[in-house]
């Protein structure tokens, strides 16, 4: 089958790489029928994550058709149309069952990197690399789903692909950030980056009473879409004072929820420069512009701070004495998929939420270059680009 496969920085390939073949009782085999770039693959393609190997399969974002179960899936029989959280998770043991799923320690046990770096292992994810147990992604035709019956969820008639495909991933990591933030009627809620996740993370803090949403990025095209669609207030960072202009916008007193969905690249971290030069960690020292630094120095007292970008490695200079002496709260990590996509469905079949605004473009794998290529420097008003394998 064709699939689109990381060759080396910034290089890409469609290449012909076998079927996947079910290799557990409870895999299943899902026809790819829409694949979206995500935020998190930049990470990967622009070099912060070297646990990528030449020929890897991209994508992590998915929805298709299922064409064969093994014996132990319960849920699902061929033909029926499923949208897959990005994580994968046995369903079973100790962290999934209190549904924090991206903590699952059954899925990635032999974790490329070990776990002195990450402190611990995490569960797999599709796409991303052999720290997170070198699954092979969903940029291709044909994908294995392993523990199928947690991870999948059914596609209720009458939706269309472009309004569930963000089901994935962006709208349950959206969602998780607004639910970690602490959102209660009335709060106003600073969201750091409007691309796909932050958009969600601005839907996900109406639905739970938000008063005001403010959204923050420099792409004057991303705040249009973060006012119209996601009806926010909007700040470009290149303009004006993000510091400043928060206290302007809040009376003196600052957002009582923050949010960063923006992530490391923004805030100097990333284990590239020490990994690939000494093969150990360590200090990265920079003074660019950190939105996690900005995000608490800019939250009211008492307030929370979530987090949703991804980070790798270390980022210097955080302002402990400002998150301690405010009583800051934070909240962060990977998305619990399989925790939200159930209601996120709901959300989106009641019409309150619909996603099909982040499709911008669609292509065919064979574009997978240009389609990234576009993605990261912005383009043609990208906000994602999904292959129709
Ligand atoms: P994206 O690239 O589409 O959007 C990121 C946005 O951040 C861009 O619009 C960019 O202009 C903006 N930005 C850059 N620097 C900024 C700064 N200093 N201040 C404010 N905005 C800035 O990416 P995305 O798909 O929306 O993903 C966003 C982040 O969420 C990424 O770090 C991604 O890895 C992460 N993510 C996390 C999870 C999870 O499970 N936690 C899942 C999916 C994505
Ligand atoms: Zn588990």
Known sequence: MKALCYNSV???????????EIISPKDMIVRVTLSSVCGSDLHIINGFIPTVKAGDVLGHEFMGEVVETGRD??????????????????????????????????????????????GDTMAG???????????????????????????????????????VIFCSDAFPTGYMAADMANIKPGSVVA??????????????????GAERVIAIDREQYRLGVAKEKSKAETLNFTEVEILEALKDLTGGRGPDC??????????GSGFGYAYDKAKQWA???????????????????????????????FVDKIPMGAAMNKALNFRMGQMHGPKYIPKLLEHVQNGEVDPSFLVTHKMGLDQGQQGYDMFTKKEDNCMRVVFDP
């Open 283 to 313: 200090r990265i020292e920079n003074d660019r512009p950190l939105v996690l630094r900005d995000a608490i120095m800019a939250c009211r007292k008492g307030g929370t701070v979530s987090i949703v970008g991804v980070y790798s490695g």
């Open 73 to 118: 899936v319960r849920k699902f029989v061929k033909g029926d149309r499923v949208v897959v959280a990005s994580v994968i998770a046995c369903g079973e043991c100790h962290y999934c069952n209190e549904q924090s799923f991206s903590l699952c320690d059954n899925t990635n046990p032999n974790a490329y990197i070990p776990e002195k770096l990450y």
């Open 125 to 163: 994810i599709f796409g991303y690399t052999h720290a997170f147990g070198g699954y092979a992604g969903s940029h291709a035709q044909y994908i294995r789903v392993p523990f199928a019956d947690n991870g999948a969820f059914k596609v209720p008639e009458g939706l269309q692909d472009d309004s």
């Open 191 to 208: 969201v750091w980056g409007a691309g796909g996740v932050g958009q969600m993370a601005m839907q996900s803090a109406w639905l739970m």
């Open 258 to 267: 923050c949010i960063d969905a923006v992530g490391m690249e923004a805030s």
């Open 10 to 20: 910034k290089d890409l390939r469609v290449e012909n790489v076998p079927d996947p």
